[in-house]
């Protein structure tokens, strides 16, 4: 029952961002007010849990892809990089608004994205080391990531720009991956 809730709570804040009330997820759900209490003290302790979901899932993921021995350097780079599909909604909105109202929250995926650091420095470190990478400053490489990310979940900005988080961070990692020149070897004007 307990996931349950958690995946009506996110159609909810789909539906009306973190303003849903828990009256609104029990019509959904057809269950008492009651009940939803008897799994989750608060609201702010719901979207607590389903962001501690969505970090683990995403935690999860991470972990299949680096023990995938199918997968290429690469690949493995691109999709560790580009955000999977999660409990949590990914529209930028909701983001935004976790940011707004629950800091605390919000600042769990800053402390996980530190501690998940330390995986993907030991990977992209053997990447340069095996030749799959030219040698770069990995502490930039973590800044340039920490800013982009952080910049790319502003809600106005998807909008402004007509596209979707998914589609951010697909943009986010070409330029990450294939830079900005053309592959021309030689550029002239």
């Known amino acids: 029952m307990r996931q349950r809730i958690m995946q009506a709570a996110t ?3 789909r539906a009306r961002g973190i303003k849903f009330t828990m ?3 029990a019509h959904r759900l057809g269950v008492s007010k009651r009940l939803l209490y ?3 003290a608060s609201k702010e302790e719901l979207i607590g849990a389903i962001v501690d979901f969505t970090l683990q899932e995403i935690r999860e993921q991470r972990t299949a892809i680096f023990r995938d021995p199918n997968l290429t350097f690469s690949e493995k780079l ?3 990089l580009t955000p999977k599909k999660h409990l949590l909604p990914d529209d930028g909105r ?3 608004e976790i940011k707004r109202c629950l800091p605390m929250e919000y600042e769990k995926f800053d402390r996980f994205n530190d ?3 330390e995986r993907m420095d030991i990977f992209l470190r053997e990447g340069i080391q095996k030749g799959h ?3 770069v400053c990995l502490p930039v490489v973590k800044k340039i990531l920490d800013g982009t990310r952080k910049e790319i979940v502003n809600y106005q900005f998807l909008v402004h720009n007509s596209i979707s988080l998914g589609e951010a961070f697909t ?3 070409d330029v990450l991956l294939n830079g900005m020149l053309a592959q021309k070897n030689d550029i002239t004007e």
Do not use: G, S, T
Request: glycine share 0%; no cysteine; charged share 35%.
């Open 11 to 13: 159609e909810e804040m």
């Open 23 to 25: 009256a609104d997820l």
């Open 38 to 40: 008897e799994y989750f």
């Open 78 to 80: 691109k999709q560790l």
């Open 94 to 96: 909701i983001a935004e």
């Open 115 to 117: 501690q998940e650091w």
């Open 133 to 135: 990478l030219r040698p």
């Open 171 to 173: 943009y986010m990692v």
